[in-house]
T-cell receptor, first 111, second 112 residues
Framework: GQNIDQPTEMTATEGAIVQINCTYQ??????LFWYQQHAGEAPTFLSY????GLEEKGRFSSFLSRSKGYSYLLLKELQMKDSASYLC????????????FGTGTRLTVIP | EAEVAQSPRYKITEKSQAVAFWCDPI?????LYWYRQILGQGPELLVQ????????DSQLPKDRFSAERLKGVDSTLKIQPAELGDSAMYLC??????????FGPGTRLTVT
């Protein structure tokens, strides 16, 4: 089965850097996704990692260590609009390449 | 950029009534997914279609939920009868073969 853990809530200051961690256990790992979800809206794609290392995309970066079952999403130069939930999702090749989501981390950016 | 369409965006229904949601995936996406997201939790897969065929419906409560994608394009998810615990956001997503999933805006269902 899948076991995906991420913190429930985080608070950070505008302009700062925040790291959201995600750990997972899955039998057929085939990629890890990060999605952003504003309240009442659909998840939107942020990043994808399938190999170990860091993927950078503007203010957002995502890191993966497959041996540790660990990923993080790094948000730099935080803006108020970054207040949202951040969902970690693992694609499981042993389960039809289905996505399994964590509960999400609700990030609040304060002035 | 093409988007996944869903309707209605909001639905309020009384328990024991029937309710249906519609999804139109991005053109050319063979795979379509229906998820349920309870407030404060991540989305959970209900059913996955490849073209018109169900690939995975292991988490679909089949006593009350049904889904179809008759022509392999748009899809309908039905609940009959609705229960209070069905109140949630119902998300549709589509993907090209092996590609990432694109989510629609969702239908927020409230059962009273």
């Amino acid at each position: 089965g899948q076991n995906i853990d991420q913190p429930t809530e985080m608070t950070a200051t505008e302009g700062a850097i925040v790291q959201i961690n995600c750990t997972y256990q899955t039998s057929g790992f085939n990629g890890l996704f990060w999605y952003q979800q504003h309240a009442g809206e659909a998840p939107t794609f942020l990043s994808y990692n399938v190999l170990d290392g860091l993927e950078e995309k503007g203010r957002f970066s995502s890191f993966l260590s497959r041996s540790k079952g660990y990923s993080y999403l790094l948000l730099k130069e935080l803006q108020m609009k970054d207040s949202a939930s951040y969902l970690c999702a693992v694609r499981d090749g042993a389960q039809g390449n289905n996505l399994f989501f964590g509960t999400g981390t609700r990030l609040t950016v304060i002035p | 950029e093409a988007e996944v369409a869903q309707s209605p965006r909001y639905k309020i229904t009384e328990k024991s009534q029937a309710v249906a949601f519609w999804c139109d995936p991005i053109s050319g996406h063979a795979t379509l997914y229906w998820y349920r997201q309870i407030l404060g939790q991540g989305p959970e897969l209900l059913v996955q279609f490849q073209d018109e065929s169900v690939v995975d419906d292991s988490q679909l409560p089949k006593d009350r939920f049904s889904a179809e994608r008759l022509k392999g394009v748009d899809s309908t998810l039905k609940i009959q009868p609705a229960e209070l615990g069905d109140s949630a956001m119902y998300l549709c997503a589509s993907s090209p073969a092996g590609g990432r999933q694109y989510f629609g805006p969702g239908t927020r269902l409230t059962v009273t």
